[in-house]
């Protein structure tokens, strides 16, 4: 009943930038709190950036500074702007979110993935 859809990876040179997003569609009232995860070849999947539903939002030590997670209730879209890009950033990066349904409960979904790939 719903789904989340990622868009906005591809590649980039090291010191360049990104924007992810996160539509989430079907039959959705909300996104409550929401997170970007990655994972790189050989590694665990990891927390890259989350948000709570008042807008708190927290980072991996990797990223502070450089990434920025954000969202857009109107349009239950969640963004991760990612600046400054560095190789080691490369990984297939994740959507997650906990959304509140129409009928009432809630429910975690994932993305599909998008890659990113940052060259030297």
């Known amino acids: 009943q719903v789904q989340l859809v990622e868009s906005g990876g591809g590649l980039v040179e090291a010191g360049g930038s990104l924007r992810l997003s996160c539509v989430a569609s079907g039959s959705i009232y909300s996104i409550n709190r929401a997170g970007w995860y990655r994972q790189a070849p050989g590694k665990q999947r990891e927390l890259v950036a989350g948000?709570?539903?008042?807008?708190?939002?927290n980072y991996a030590d990797s990223v502070k500074g450089r990434f920025t997670i954000s969202r857009d209730n109107a349009k239950n879209t969640v963004y991760l702007q990612m600046n400054s890009l560095k190789p080691e950033d490369t990984a297939v990066y994740y959507c997650?979110?906990?959304?509140?349904?129409?009928?009432?409960?809630?429910?975690?979904?994932w993305g599909q993935g998008t890659q990113v790939t940052v060259s030297s």
């Open positions: 997650n979110t906990k959304v509140v349904v129409q009928t009432g409960g809630w429910y975690d979904y």
């Open positions: 948000i709570t539903s008042s807008g708190t939002t």
